[in-house]
């Protein structure tokens, strides 16, 4: 299946040849299960420079059916600071932590304690965000056990602690309270804040898209999951929970704004604005997400994030990887999106389907990179 839906890939998405990760998205091969032992590495102490002060968007929303771009935009306490990437749009990362150029760096580590990855990557830096995996695989278990073992390890590493909750269940199955008490679980264990990123890539994940041919696609209509976005959004400590609206890139027939169409909640109940996407091919950030980004988060005063990332389809080569992770974190990056945040990197060796990682690989291509 690998080789044909590579195939499909390459000649359905054009002109911009760009996925939202391995295969088009990540798989549940790529997600580590709800089995999946905790990272025993020894986290550093707890940074005493985070940011605690968090405040919601207060940005009046358009209607979960209306054009993402025609919601009014977040008052002016809470605009963007253009060109900084420690704050924008009332959410925050440490100033302590890693940023090149401005950009925040952080990482989705694949069972390697993040401070290992980080200090591979630039001695003597914190990592911004640290990315897990979890999923909601019944009406009784919402991925407590996953989201919280690591939760103090971001919390002592100062990190921004994003957690990409992953529904196996109908959207209309989902109890929106019950996701609030699991953050409000997790923010007990450390975090000062959480930038939740629920159903992830949902435009790939739907089981109506015949691409993706996961086990575990999530189900039920768009309109499923706005309200059930909504009621998450109502439910949740905006001020410590950040809503993390994180589609994968346009893949055939999807286009920027049909993804808006279907998918986009209201500018209300969306703090960080994001997008999935592992480039096939050379190209520029603004290529891949100028105009994604112009759409969502420039005109709504949101922030921008890359929720995840990497090159192609199995992980590129060295010098692919070092083309894109250059890109990722270049001041052209932030200078044609004044809203980005950063990016976490997909640091993950998946046996039989790639080597996405650019520290802990046989290149430790960050070093490189970050001098």
């Known amino acids: 299946m690998k080789s044909l839906i590579s195939s499909l890939f390459l000649a359905l998405v054009a002109p911009v040849s760009v996925t939202?990760?391995?295969?088009?998205?990540?798989?549940?091969?790529?997600?580590?299960?709800?089995?999946?032992?905790?990272?025993?590495g020894t986290s550093?102490?707890?940074?005493?420079?985070s940011s605690?002060?968090?405040?919601?968007?207060?940005?009046?929303?358009?209607?979960?059916s209306s054009s993402p771009s025609s919601g009014s935009s977040p008052s002016s306490s809470s605009s963007p600071a253009s060109g900084n990437a420690t704050?924008?749009?009332?959410?925050?990362?440490?100033?302590?932590?890693?940023q090149p150029n401005g950009v925040s760096v952080g990482w989705?580590?694949?069972?390697?304690?993040?401070?290992?990855?980080?200090?591979?990557?630039?001695?003597?830096?914190k990592p911004c965000t640290y990315g897990q995996y979890a999923q909601i695989t019944s009406s009784?278990?919402?991925?407590?056990?996953?989201?919280?073992?690591?939760?103090?390890?971001?919390?002592?590493?100062?990190?921004?602690?994003?957690v990409s909750l992953q529904p196996w269940i109908p959207f209309n199955q989902v109890n929106a309270q019950t996701i609030a008490t699991s953050m409000n679980t997790i923010l007990s264990k450390g975090p000062n804040v959480v930038w939740?990123?629920?159903?992830?890539?949902?435009?790939?994940?739907?089981?109506?898209?015949?691409?993706?041919?996961?086990?575990?696609?999530?189900?039920g209509s768009t309109s499923d999951f706005k309200t059930l976005w909504q009621n998450i959004a109502k439910a949740v400590d905006r001020s410590k929970v950040k809503m993390f609206w994180s589609p994968n890139s346009p893949v055939y027939p999807d286009t920027v704004e049909s993804i808006g169409t279907s998918w986009w909640p209201g500018a209300e109940y969306v703090d960080i604005v994001g997008m999935d996407a592992y480039p096939q091919t050379e190209q520029t950030f603004a290529d891949v997400f100028g105009d994604f980004y112009d759409t969502y988060a420039k005109a709504n005063n949101l922030p921008f994030a890359l929720g995840e990332t990497g090159f192609g389809l199995t992980g590129g080569t060295d010098d692919q990887k070092k083309y894109w992770l250059t890109q990722v974190s270049s001041a052209a990056a932030l200078e044609r999106c004044p809203n980005y945040l950063g990016f976490s990197w997909f640091e993950y060796n998946k046996a039989g389907e790639g080597d996405f990682r650019v520290v802990m690989g046989n290149t430790n291509i960050a070093a490189e990179v970050f001098g």
């Open 140 to 162: 009784s278990d919402y991925g407590d056990s996953q989201m919280d073992y690591t939760a103090s390890d971001a919390s002592s590493a100062g990190a921004v602690y994003i």
């Open 108 to 125: 989705l580590p694949d069972g390697v304690d993040i401070m290992t990855i980080e200090t591979k990557a630039k001695s003597g830096t």
């Open 52 to 64: 605690t002060s968090i405040s919601p968007s207060t940005g009046s929303s358009s209607s979960p």
């Open 20 to 40: 939202a990760s391995p295969y088009g998205n990540p798989f549940a091969s790529r997600v580590p299960s709800p089995s999946s032992s905790p990272s025993t």
């Open 44 to 49: 550093p102490s707890p940074s005493t420079s």
């Open 87 to 98: 704050s924008s749009g009332g959410v925050s990362v440490s100033s302590a932590c890693f």
């Open 196 to 219: 939740l990123r629920f159903a992830h890539e949902m435009n790939w994940y739907i089981s109506t898209n015949t691409l993706n041919t996961d086990t575990h696609p999530y189900t």
